[in-house]
C-alpha cells in the first residue's frame, strides 16, 4: 500500500512513497561497485569501479523495456579516475569530474570538472573538455549538475583550512561561467555537504550531509526548495523510507516517472550466524552487501509545496 508522509517545514511539504526501496535493475548486478546515475531519455551514465574503488569507467546504457543493458565504455575513460556524469537537460553536454590531467599523461593529484559535447543526441562525445577558471581551481571539484540556464552546481573542498567539501555554484553570464559562490548556510556548515542534484528549473536541491545531527547514520539526502529571495530554504531530511544508516549519496532525480534514483552503500548482511559455506557466499553476493550499487524509490516532488516556498517572505 502507497503510504504518503508529509513533513511539514515554513509550510512546505514533500510527498514521497514509502515503499520498499528497490535496486534500479536488476541487470546491474554484475558490477561490484556502481554509483553516479544521469539519464536523458533512454541513455544513461555511471561510473563502474572495482571492489577498492581503484579503477573507475564510465559505462553508457540503453533502456529496453524498461531493463538498462547494452552497456558499454565510453571512448574517453578507461585510463583515468572518471567519475560522477551528469547529462546537460539539453543531453548534448556530459559533464563529469576526474583526475585527468590538462596536459601531460600523469594522473592530477586533485579532482577538476571536465565535459563532452556533441551536436544532436545521436552523434558521437568531443573528446574531453577541461573547464577553466573559476570553476577549476588547485583544490578538487566535484559533482557537476548543470542547469536550464547554464549554472553550474558542484561540491569542492577549496576553503578546507576552515571548512570541509560544501557546495558552490557558479552562473552562466554572456557564454561564460562566472566566479563560484558557496551556497548558503541553510545548505552548508563546517562539515561535509556534497554531491548536489539541482532541478533544471532550480526550484529544489537534493543532497548529501555527512554526518548531520538529525541524519541516520552516516550519509544522509536532504532536500532544499528555491524560495523568492533565490536562496535555497532549509533542507529536510528525506527520512528512513530513503536514506539507510550507511552511506546514501549521488542523486538523481528522474521526474518524468517521479522516482529517485541514488547511490547508497547500504547493507542487508547483518550479525546472525552463517550456518554453512553456501549461506555465506550467497549472503555477501546479494544487492545490499555494503559496496556502492544503485537503487530507486517512488519519490514526488510537490509542486503545490514548491510554489507554497516561493511565496514565503
Excluded at 563560484?180 to 550531509?209: C, H, K, M, Q
Excluded at 552487501?289 to 516532488?301: A, D, E, I, M, T
Aim: glycine share 6%.
Amino acid at each position: 500500500m502507497r503510504v504518503f508522509i508529509l513533513i511539514s517545514l515554513f509550510l512546505t511539504t514533500i510527498g514521497f512513497a514509502e515503499k520498499e526501496v528497490q535496486p534500479l535493475s536488476g541487470t546491474l548486478d554484475s558490477f561490484i561497485n556502481v554509483r553516479d546515475f544521469t539519464a536523458f531519455k533512454n541513455e544513461a551514465y555511471f561510473t563502474a569501479q572495482d571492489a577498492h574503488e581503484r579503477r573507475t569507467i564510465m559505462v553508457k546504457a540503453q533502456s529496453v523495456n524498461g531493463r538498462w543493458r547494452d552497456f558499454e565504455k565510453v571512448p574517453f575513460s578507461g585510463l583515468y579516475r572518471d567519475i560522477e556524469p551528469f547529462l546537460s537537460p539539453d543531453g548534448l553536454r556530459l559533464y563529469f569530474a576526474s583526475n585527468r590531467p590538462v596536459t601531460g599523461i600523469r594522473p592530477s593529484s586533485h579532482y577538476d570538472i571536465w565535459y563532452v559535447h556533441r551536436s544532436n543526441p545521436e552523434s558521437p562525445w568531443s573528446e574531453p573538455i577541461h573547464l577553466p577558471g573559476p570553476v577549476n581551481t588547485e583544490s578538487n571539484e566535484f559533482y557537476p549538475a548543470v542547469t536550464a540556464n547554464n549554472n553550474l552546481y558542484f561540491t569542492s573542498d577549496r576553503h578546507n583550512d576552515k571548512r570541509k567539501d560544501d557546495i558552490y555554484m557558479s552562473p552562466w553570464v554572456n557564454g561564460q561561467y562566472q566566479p563560484a559562490r558557496a551556497l548558503s548556510d541553510n545548505i552548508n556548515s563546517p562539515g561535509y555537504e556534497f554531491n548536489a542534484y539541482v532541478a533544471a528549473d532550480e526550484s529544489f536541491l537534493i543532497y548529501t550531509i555527512y554526518a548531520a545531527e538529525d541524519g541516520l547514520g552516516s550519509g544522509d539526502l536532504y532536500i532544499s526548495y528555491r524560495q523568492s529571495d533565490g536562496d535555497f530554504g532549509p533542507r529536510v531530511n528525506l527520512g528512513p523510507s530513503i536514506n539507510s544508516d550507511k552511506m546514501d549519496y549521488c542523486p538523481f532525480y528522474d521526474g518524468s516517472q517521479q522516482r529517485l534514483i541514488w547511490t547508497s552503500k547500504r547493507s542487508a548482511i547483518g550479525d546472525t550466524k552463517l550456518p554453512d559455506v553456501t549461506t555465506f557466499i550467497k549472503t555477501t553476493q546479494q544487492y545490499e552487501n555494503g559496496f556502492s550499487r544503485l537503487y530507486q524509490s517512488p519519490f514526488v516532488v510537490d509542486s503545490a509545496a514548491t510554489q507554497s516556498n516561493a511565496q514565503l517572505p
